[in-house]
């Protein structure tokens, strides 16, 4: 095998690759990443054996061949050469070592042979439709943040997609929550969706396909089954196929929280109020981590107190047109999640009491919403 390659998309496709291997692993060919060199093409193909990625970059290749070498040190050794000046590939089996040289710079890399590379098995695929890189890329960055990271939550670990009819029409949601709070978000439901099993894409697997929507100038290709998913995407100057395992678990029975009928409003400007919890949680406890909401009409106070920073009140103007006063505490963290996934001018808060869990929206922005618990200190 032997190539000449820019560094600039040999570099992203090796850092998309190197974060699908795994680092230490008992398994050494699981660490590698596989070189297969075709007429004017290099696919890179990563896989943990439950994630796979295929990603195929423009190269002017002299002599076809395949080869696996450690992904992490070829990621480091092209990192490190010239920006300028291309890289050369050649892989001399007498030696079963990949020589990587740019300008004066030349490294020999050690490699296993490319039959030692797991095969990648891949499920029928039931639906496939497509999606627009940028509603995809909003779809999981409106909702990740939610996604549980306790292990032993696995099917927590990830986000829900599935599509359903709602007043006649139909959509594709994405639902993820840790319990303490959610994130929902929706767009119309693409054609070929419709009817598609309820899916969990699991958290490694959302990294990985956001770094690459990055890249995508066309339409997302999405295909479905019970138990994988698969992306396709096209930028300029690469393609990638991602393929993963689901989570194989059962959602919680979110829409039953969500069906809460809070009946006290309460609106406030968007950037005023996450500035507001930004500045006031500057000294919450990194322990217990509580700000204090306290409503009264047309007033929100927010303070917060702790034995090693002192304590801090900020008052804001809202709209609140309830006699009744109460207070409620939050998880400053989760409040400044929740604002920094709204775009809108105005927050609506769906409030009962100082116990009751809380629904968030953006003003004017129907396709969104969050339900937080409050904290009980």
Same mark, same amino acid.
């Given at each position: 095998?032997?190539?000449?390659?820019?560094?600039?998309?040999?570099?992203?496709?090796?850092?998309?690759?190197?974060?699908?291997?795994?680092?230490?692993?008992?398994?050494?060919?699981?660490?590698?990443?596989?070189?297969?060199?075709?007429?004017?093409?290099?696919?890179?193909?990563?896989?943990?054996?439950?994630?796979?990625?295929?990603?195929?970059?423009?190269?002017?290749?002299?002599?076809?061949?395949?080869?696996?070498?450690?992904?992490?040190?070829?990621?480091?050794?092209?990192?490190?050469?010239?920006?300028?000046?291309?890289?050369?590939?050649?892989?001399?089996?007498?030696?079963?070592?990949?020589?990587?040289?740019?300008?004066?710079?030349?490294?020999?890399?050690?490699?296993?042979?490319?039959?030692?590379?797991?095969?990648?098995?891949?499920?029928?695929?039931?639906?496939?439709?497509?999606?627009?890189?940028?509603?995809?890329?909003?779809?999981?960055?409106?909702?990740?943040?939610?996604?549980?990271?306790?292990?032993?939550?696995?099917?927590?670990?990830?986000?829900?997609f599935h599509t359903l009819s709602v007043?006649?029409?139909?959509?594709?949601?994405?639902?993820?929550?840790?319990?303490?709070?959610?994130?929902?978000?929706?767009?119309?439901?693409?054609?070929?969706?419709?009817?598609?099993?309820?899916? &969990?894409?699991?958290?490694?697997?959302?990294? #990985? /396909?956001?770094? %690459? =929507?990055?890249?995508? *100038?066309?339409? +997302?290709?999405?295909?479905?089954?019970?138990?994988?998913?698969?992306?396709?995407?096209?930028?300029?100057?690469?393609?990638?196929?991602?393929?993963?395992?689901l989570v194989d678990g059962t959602f919680?029975?979110?829409?039953?929280?969500?069906?809460?009928?809070?009946?006290?409003?309460?609106?406030?400007?968007?950037?005023?109020?996450?500035?507001?919890?930004?500045?006031?949680?500057?000294?919450?406890?990194?322990?217990?981590?509580?700000?204090?909401?306290?409503?009264?009409?047309?007033?929100?106070?927010?303070?917060?107190?702790?034995?090693?920073?002192?304590?801090?009140?900020?008052?804001?103007?809202?709209?609140?047109?309830?006699?009744?006063?109460?207070?409620?505490?939050f998880n400053v963290r989760y409040l400044?999640? &929740?604002?920094?996934?709204?775009?809108?001018? #105005? /927050?609506?808060? %769906? =409030?009962?009491?100082? *116990?009751?869990? +809380?629904?968030?929206?953006?003003?004017?922005?129907?396709?969104?919403?969050?339900?937080?618990?409050?904290?009980?200190?």
């Open positions: 095998m032997k190539l000449i390659i820019e560094k600039s998309p040999f570099l992203k496709a090796l850092s998309h690759g190197q974060s699908v291997v795994e680092k230490r692993t008992t398994v050494p060919i699981l660490s590698h990443v596989l070189l297969t060199a075709i007429p004017n093409k290099l696919l890179l193909t990563s896989t943990d054996m439950d994630i796979a990625l295929i990603e195929t970059v423009s190269a002017n290749v002299e002599e076809p061949g395949t080869i696996s070498v450690p992904a992490h040190l070829l990621y480091e050794v092209v990192r490190k050469l010239s920006d300028t000046t291309p890289i050369t590939l050649n892989y001399n089996p007498e030696t079963s070592q990949l020589t990587v040289s740019s300008g004066r710079s030349r490294f020999e890399l050690p490699s296993l042979p490319s039959d030692d590379f797991p095969q990648l098995t891949h499920s029928d695929l039931t639906h496939h439709f497509t999606l627009p890189a940028p509603i995809l890329k909003h779809l999981i960055d409106t909702t990740r943040f939610a996604m549980s990271t306790e292990e032993t939550r696995y099917h927590l670990n990830g986000i829900h007043d006649g029409k139909n959509i594709l949601r994405a639902v993820a929550t840790d319990m303490h709070r959610l994130a929902c978000v929706e767009c119309e439901a693409p054609e070929g969706s419709i009817g598609m099993p309820e899916i &969990i894409i699991g958290r490694k697997t959302i990294t #990985e /396909i956001r770094k %690459l =929507l990055d890249e995508a *100038e066309q339409p +997302v290709q999405i295909g479905i089954s019970g138990s994988r998913v698969e992306f396709a995407l096209e930028g300029t100057n690469t393609n990638a196929v991602l393929s993963s395992r919680p029975d979110y829409q039953a929280a969500m069906a809460i009928e809070n009946d006290k409003v309460l609106i406030v400007s968007t950037k005023a109020f996450a500035e507001a919890v930004d500045r006031v949680g500057t000294v919450v406890n990194d322990k217990v981590r509580a700000i204090k909401l306290k409503i009264s009409e047309n007033s929100a106070v927010l303070s917060a107190v702790s034995t090693d920073s002192g304590s801090a009140v900020e008052e804001l103007d809202v709209d609140f047109a309830y006699n009744d006063a109460f207070e409620i505490c400044i999640d &929740i604002a920094q996934q709204i775009s809108t001018d #105005e /927050i609506e808060f %769906l =409030l009962a009491d100082g *116990e009751s869990s +809380v629904l968030l929206r953006p003003i004017n922005s129907p396709n969104s919403t969050f339900i937080l618990m409050p904290m009980r200190v």
